[in-house]
């Protein structure tokens, strides 16, 4: 990780995959700062992002077929219960 992304991006990368690797569902990790785990729309509907160092982020997606929903519709977030990496990303 360092050779490819620098000494800072290796560590906040290492600890948000620590973050995510430790939560038993999406619910547990956090939605504010510095993670700041979200949903993402448009071209990338059905990923999440967690921040990294600015402007790059850590895209993922759940790991369900099919994607375990609300009632009331969206994702099941206390459901989701492992995930896939996609990608680190400048995605602005």
């Known amino acids: 990780m360092r050779k490819k ?6 560590k ?6 620590a973050v995510l690797g430790n ?4 619910s547990a990790v956090p939605t504010g700062k510095p993670a ?3 949903q993402l729309k448009g071209r ?7 921040d990294l160092v600015q402007p790059y982020r850590l895209i993922f997606e759940p790991a369900h077929r099919p ?11 206390d ?6 990496i996609i ?3 400048d995605y602005h």
């Not at 990338?44 to 967690?50: D, H, L, M, P, S």
């Not at 459901?79 to 896939?84: C, L, M, N, P």
């Open 67 to 77: 994607l375990p929903e609300r009632p009331e519709g969206g994702v099941d977030t």
């Open 44 to 50: 990338r509907a059905g990923q999440y992002a967690v």
């Open 79 to 84: 459901r989701v219960t492992a995930i896939t």
């Open 5 to 10: 992304y620098g000494g800072k991006m290796a």
């Open 23 to 26: 939560a038993p569902n999406l």
């Open 36 to 38: 700041r785990r979200h």
């Open 12 to 17: 906040v990368l290492q600890s948000r995959l």
């Open 87 to 89: 990608e680190v990303v």
